[in-house]
């Protein structure tokens, strides 16, 4: 499975440029991208089918809970609510396990389609046909380095939310204290928390798109895990760069929320009307792998347009194709 190599310009693009070209090379080359994705996300939706009666369950459970709370004249919950509520506890431990599952699966195998869709356009930017075989061997082949990174990563996030909740705690809890007493300073103080987080949120938007840096360049450059991740770091974090980021970011982010709205519709349609759990299973993995190639295409045009700003288009492809302008 493979297509013919198609060049593409390589010069600095603006955000909308890079959303189009994204947009052309998934719809030129949508069969094997999605295909790379499908194989992460064939495992995990087999093992989220075991769960699909319990989830169907849960979801009629939780309905007929709701439809009772009306009813209820009593603050004491009803015998059907107690009989609802038991059924949902007794359906937990399962829930969990099949979870657990789950995360490890994306743990391990998310990094290989991520890893075969950057080699993917790597090979497209340099005038090379993207061949399924190639893509997914090459990503499968830096998985203990990518799982590595996926670990720095968690850590790195796990500290980014304690010393966020512990920032906005401590300058809240002054601005608590004194809302009878001085007001107006404990306005302040809850202004500064405001400031605070969003600063935070902010970091962590830099902070995600440098670790998905350093995972690209772990494929593309054959850079170690240290490596990867200080030059991720450091094509994000600089004068230029830093507020483009911000910006693509943004982006990223309404691709993402409007595809979560349609698989989130499509969830309600399917269990609402069809009672079907598999069926949305099913439905929701084709359209996850679809999001998911595309949004990781998009990142990868980010990051090339961003090398091409910074070292320009020989550090990158030594034999550049004869680019055209598409």
């Given at each position: 499975?493979?297509?013919?190599?198609?060049?593409?310009?390589?010069?600095?693009?603006?955000?909308?440029?890079?959303?189009?070209?994204?947009?052309?090379?998934?719809?030129?080359?949508?069969?094997?991208?999605?295909?790379?994705?499908?194989?992460?996300?064939?495992?995990?939706?087999?093992?989220?089918?075991?769960?699909?009666?319990?989830?169907?369950?849960?979801?009629?459970?939780?309905?007929?809970?709701?439809?009772?709370?009306?009813?209820?004249?009593?603050?004491?919950?009803?015998?059907?609510?107690?009989?609802?509520?038991?059924?949902?506890?007794?359906?937990?431990?399962?829930?969990?396990?099949?979870?657990?599952?789950?995360?490890?699966?994306?743990?391990?195998?998310?990094?290989?389609?991520?890893?075969?869709?950057?080699?993917?356009?790597?090979?497209?930017?340099?005038?090379?046909?993207?061949?399924?075989?190639?893509?997914?061997?090459?990503?499968?082949?830096?998985?203990?380095?990518?799982?590595?990174?996926?670990?720095?990563?968690?850590?790195?996030?796990?500290?980014?939310?304690?010393?966020?909740?512990?920032?906005?705690?401590?300058?809240?809890?002054?601005?608590?204290?004194?809302?009878?007493?001085?007001?107006?300073?404990?306005?302040?103080?809850?202004?500064?928390?405001?400031?605070?987080?969003?600063?935070?949120?902010?970091?962590?938007?830099?902070?995600?798109?440098?670790?998905?840096?350093?995972?690209?360049?772990?494929?593309?450059?054959?850079?170690?895990?240290?490596?990867?991740?200080?030059?991720?770091?450091?094509?994000?974090?600089?004068?230029?760069?830093?507020?483009?980021?911000?910006?693509?970011?943004?982006?990223?982010?309404?691709?993402?929320?409007?595809?979560?709205?349609?698989?989130?519709?499509?969830?309600l349609l399917m269990l609402l009307v069809l009672?079907?759990?598999?069926?949305?299973?099913?439905?929701?993995?084709?359209?996850?792998?679809?999001?998911?190639?595309?949004?990781?295409?998009?990142?990868?045009?980010?990051?090339?347009?961003?090398?091409?700003?910074?070292?320009?288009?020989?550090?990158?492809?030594?034999?550049?194709?004869?680019?055209?302008?598409?």
């Amino acid at each position: 499975m493979d297509t013919p190599p198609l060049t593409y310009a390589l010069r600095p693009l603006g955000i909308g440029e890079m959303l189009d070209r994204a947009v052309t090379m998934y719809v030129k080359n949508a069969v094997i991208f999605t295909a790379l994705i499908l194989v992460v996300f064939a495992p995990i939706a087999a093992v989220q089918s075991l769960n699909a009666s319990t989830q169907v369950d849960q979801f009629t459970t939780s309905l007929s809970i709701l439809q009772h709370i009306g009813d209820a004249k009593k603050s004491s919950p009803s015998p059907q609510q107690t009989n609802d509520l038991k059924k949902i506890e007794a359906q937990q431990p399962t829930v969990l396990l099949i979870a657990g599952i789950v995360f490890l699966l994306a743990l391990f195998l998310s990094p290989v389609g991520t890893g075969a869709i950057a080699v993917g356009v790597h090979r497209l930017y340099r005038g090379e046909p993207l061949k399924f075989g190639d893509c997914f061997m090459a990503g499968l082949r830096r998985l203990p380095a990518m799982i590595g990174i996926g670990f720095i990563a968690f850590f790195a996030l796990l500290i980014w939310y304690i010393a966020t909740i512990l920032i906005a705690v401590v300058v809240a809890i002054p601005g608590a204290m004194l809302i009878k007493s001085a007001l107006p300073l404990a306005i302040v103080f809850f202004v500064l928390a405001g400031i605070a987080i969003l600063a935070a949120f902010l970091f962590l938007i830099v902070l995600i798109l440098a670790f998905g840096f350093a995972y690209i360049a772990l494929l593309v450059e054959k850079a170690t895990v240290g490596a990867a991740i200080g030059s991720g770091f450091k094509r994000i974090i600089n004068r230029k760069e830093i507020w483009r980021s911000l910006l693509f970011a943004l982006a990223i982010a309404g691709v993402q929320i409007g595809g979560s709205s349609v698989i989130a519709m499509i969830a309600l349609l399917m269990l609402l009307v069809l009672h079907s759990a598999i069926l949305y299973i099913i439905v929701a993995a084709i359209i996850n792998a679809v999001l998911s190639s595309f949004v990781t295409i998009f990142v990868v045009i980010y990051y090339f347009d961003v090398r091409i700003r910074l070292e320009g288009t020989n550090g990158i492809f030594p034999v550049a194709p004869a680019a055209v302008a598409i």
